[in-house]
Each structure stands twice: as C-alpha cells, then as structure tokens.
C-alpha cells in the first residue's frame, strides 16, 4: 500500500464519529443536540452516560494510535517505517477527526485523537501532555481549559522529549485543536465555561 493510500485510509479512520455512534446506538441519544453540540468524549458525558463517555475516549484515541501502528504493520517490509511519514499518517486521522467526510466536516476538537497518535510517536511526549491534561482536570475540572494548556505547552516538551520534527508537527497541529476551542476560549474568558462532573 503506498503512502498516499494509508493517509486516505487514516483520513477515513478518523472521520468515525464513535461519540455519535455510541450515543445513538445504545442511548438512543443525537449527542449533537446536547451541551455544546460535540461529539467527543466531554460532551457524551454531558449526556450522563459515562461509560459512553469513556469509551468515546478511548476510541477516539485509538483512531490516532491505530492508524500509526497500522501503517508501522503495513510498511515493516520491505523497508522500515519513517517518523516524518508517521507524521503525515497522524495528521491525517486526526484531520479526519476535526473534518469528518461522514459528518459535512463538523466534527471533534481533536485532543483524545491527538493523545493517542501522540502516545505512539513519542510516548514521553504523549504521557506528558496526558499528565497534564489530567493535572489540569483535576484542579479545575474543565477540560477545555485542560486541553488549550497542554496544547499550548505541546511544542516546548515535543521539542525538549522527541525533536525538531515533533515540535513542528505539534504547533501545526496545536493551532488547529486551539482553532476548534474558540467558543470554549470565549466561556472561559467570559467565566462560563461549564466543569466537567467528577463525582461516581
């Protein structure tokens, strides 16, 4: 499989709006017409499942991941996978995630897409920025604001953990994921911001 056909492939992986799917098929529930409209994990747990809600998470990590390690799968012979191919592959399921062909290209912020592709290309990159999204959580309970910091500070520890080549990956993929939090940065400016329900 060439290169270009894996980055369709991962382009198609993550257009699957899992949130939707969940939420529909088992909830009976459009997560769209709820909270913010979203579909990611946050937002179905807004809808008070938080089952669906962590599985949300869970798979739409998975489609940054997956797509990696598939490609890592498909190009172990002849020749060794390349970290700047990796790369576009990444990009690409995460682009998948924020423009979904399946949904108008309306879709996620990116964030669990990006942990996972994260996770696999650099795993010290990606339990960082996982750390301090869960720091973050922790102490202020939004997960917006969780999510622009981490973000945020992704180029530096890209940089300092992997390299060049991430950092560069990460402020191109960061202004992106920041672009999707414009509404969310508005509530949180305005004090609004909704908090995230930690109790069990």
């Not at 807004?46 to 990696?68: E, M, N, P, W």
């Not at 996770?119 to 999510?147: D, E, I, N």
Request: with cysteine.
């Amino acid at each position: 499989m060439t290169l270009y056909l894996m980055i369709l492939l991962s382009y198609a992986l993550g257009s699957v709006p899992f949130g939707l799917i969940l939420t529909r098929t088992i909830a009976d529930i459009d997560v769209r017409k709820i909270g913010s409209g979203n579909i990611g994990a946050t937002n179905v747990l807004r809808s008070g499942h938080k089952i669906l809600a962590v599985l949300t998470l869970l798979l739409d990590a998975l489609k940054g991941s997956g797509a990696i390690l598939l490609y890592r799968e498909i190009a172990s012979a002849p020749q060794v996978p390349d970290f700047e191919n990796e790369l576009m592959i990444a990009a690409a399921a995460i682009l998948g995630h924020l423009y979904p062909v399946f949904l108008r290209f309306k879709g996620g912020k990116g964030v669990a897409t990006t942990a996972g592709a994260l996770l696999v290309l650099s795993p010290k990159v990606g339990l960082t920025a996982a750390a301090l999204w869960v720091a973050t959580v922790l102490l202020t309970r939004k997960s917006a604001l969780a999510a622009l910091i981490a973000t945020l500070l992704l180029p530096i520890y890209a940089y300092l953990l992997s390299g060049f080549p991430l950092m560069i990956w990460s402020l191109a993929i960061g202004g992106l994921i920041i672009c999707k939090h414009k509404d969310n940065i508005s509530r949180l400016c305005q004090g609004t911001e909704s908090h995230i329900d930690l109790s069990s």
